[in-house]
Structures are given as structure tokens and as C-alpha cells.
Nanobody, 116 residues
Framework: QVQLVESGGGLVQPGGSLRLSCAAS????????MGWYRQAPGKDREMVAH???????NYADSVKGRFTISRDNAKSQVYLQMNDLKPEDTAVYYC??????????WGQGTQVTVSS
């Protein structure tokens, strides 16, 4: 059974940092690209960051220079380090496995709230 389980969300002040983690079933981690989408209230879900099985990355323009995606193949985990957070980063963040524009598997989501 394929599972993606996110953790690390929470409330943070503007300018602060958070690190999201996503634990994946070993059966998919070694062959799938992974990444993160987010969805703010009243908005469409948008791709945030993507990392291939080989380690190549892509980012949304809105997070370039502030967010970093990485993966630990030994632990079957993918991470999203988020620095200099802004109120507009507030959203539910979803881990995914598969293609960047058409993921195959999704996690349940973790809330990130940036507010003073």
C-alpha cells in the first residue's frame, strides 16, 4: 500500500522558518519523483517544489531563493525547508509522488500558517 505522510506544519511568524517532512513507502520512493503542492483558501492548488529521483529540482517562482527541497533516499523521506516565510505562504501543503504536473500519489496535507 502506497502511503505519503507529511509532518512539520504549524504556526510561524513572518520571516520565520519551518521544515516539512514527507515519509513515503519504500516501494515508490526509489522510482518516483517527489514534491510539494500547496492550496490556500479560495485558491487553486499550485506546485511549490519538485525533485526527481536523481536529485534535479524545480521551484515555483514565488518560493525560489526561500524554499529548498531535498530527499533522503536511505530514509525514504523528502523535505521542504521553508525560510523567510510570508503570510502569502499560508496554505495546506501536500506531498506528492509522480510527475510534477500530474502526480500519482498524494499525502493528506499539513497546515502552514504564517501570521504575527
Amino acid at each position: 500500500q502506497v502511503q505519503l505522510v507529511e509532518s512539520g506544519g504549524g504556526l510561524v511568524q513572518p520571516g520565520g522558518s519551518l521544515r516539512l517532512s514527507c515519509a513515503a513507502s519504500r516501494s515508490i520512493f526509489s522510482i518516483y519523483a517527489m514534491g510539494w503542492y500547496r492550496q490556500a483558501p479560495g485558491k487553486d492548488r499550485e506546485m511549490v517544489a519538485h525533485i526527481t529521483s536523481g536529485g534535479s529540482t524545480n521551484y515555483a517562482d514565488s518560493v525560489k531563493g526561500r524554499f529548498t527541497i531535498s530527499r533522503d533516499n536511505a530514509k525514504s523521506q523528502v523535505y521542504l525547508q521553508m525560510n523567510d516565510l510570508k503570510p502569502e505562504d499560508t496554505a495546506v501543503y501536500y506531498c506528492y509522488a509522480g510527475r510534477m504536473l500530474s502526480p500519482t500519489y498524494w499525502g493528506q496535507g499539513t497546515q502552514v500558517t504564517v501570521s504575527s
